[in-house]
């Protein structure tokens, strides 16, 4: 079946822009994942969706960065006034998450944004 | 979540087998090990994942020692699309914030024709 889509695949932006990034997730994934990777760096956790709430936004790194989630499927992360080091490859990924048995995650492609 | 080692790089031909070996010597026993790789430019693609059993699947087989204590994934036939950052974690299967995946510098595998 179909995987995880992102869209955009590639946002250049300039510094002070708003940006919407959004992620669509396997069908019937009921959780969903937002994680960075900056260049040579490993994966950062940003936030995770249990259908439409939030349990955990901890890894946001302020408060220009936000996510939600509607009808239990797509997703969006928008970043407020972008800065130079919002750079980074933004990726989603989603899981069944069903409680007693392994939870594995699917990937996106990801979204590279350049923040100039 | 336990650390895991991997080598920094490996080579391999194209056709041969391709044996990617992981320590995770403190693994509890709730972890699994999980594989993952990341082709340049491309999301984390799973692999493959296992507790205690060795594991197969259609991209390759995961080899877990009997103390649990390390691992070896086997791409049987590599081709060139195999060439990749390889990573090996280990997470418990619940409890907590296990779902904050973490990725270690990984095993750089690269093909050669």
């Known amino acids: 079946g179909a995987g995880v889509s992102q869209s955009p695949s590639n946002k250049v932006t300039e510094k002070g822009k708003d940006v919407e990034l959004r992620c669509d997730p396997i069908s019937g994934h009921t959780a969903l994942y937002w994680y960075r990777q900056s260049l040579g760096q490993g994966l950062e956790f940003l936030i995770y969706f249990q259908g439409n709430s939030a349990p955990d936004k901890s890894g946001l790194p302020s408060d220009r960065f936000s996510a939600e989630r509607t009808g239990g499927s797509v997703s969006t992360l928008t970043i407020q006034r972008t800065q130079q080091e919002d750079s980074a490859v933004y990726l989603c990924?989603?899981?069944?998450?069903?409680?007693?048995?392994?939870?594995?995650?699917?990937f996106g492609p990801g979204t590279r944004l350049t923040v100039l | 979540d336990a650390k895991t080692t991997q080598p920094t790089s490996m080579d391999c031909a194209e056709g041969r087998a391709a044996n990617l070996p992981c320590n995770h010597s403190t693994i509890s026993g709730n972890e699994y090990v999980y594989w993952y790789r990341q082709i340049h430019s491309q999301g984390p693609q799973y692999i493959i994942h296992?507790?205690?059993n060795n594991e197969t699947n259609e991209m390759a087989s995961l080899i877990i020692t009997e103390d649990r204590k390390s691992s070896t994934l086997i791409l049987p036939h590599a081709t060139l699309r195999d060439t990749a950052v390889y990573y090996c974690i280990v997470r418990p299967n619940s409890g907590g914030s296990n779902y904050k995946l973490t990725f270690g510098k990984g095993t750089l595998l690269t093909v050669n024709p």
């Open positions: 296992g507790l205690k």
């Open positions: 990924a989603s899981s069944l998450r069903l409680s007693g048995s392994t939870d594995t995650q699917y």
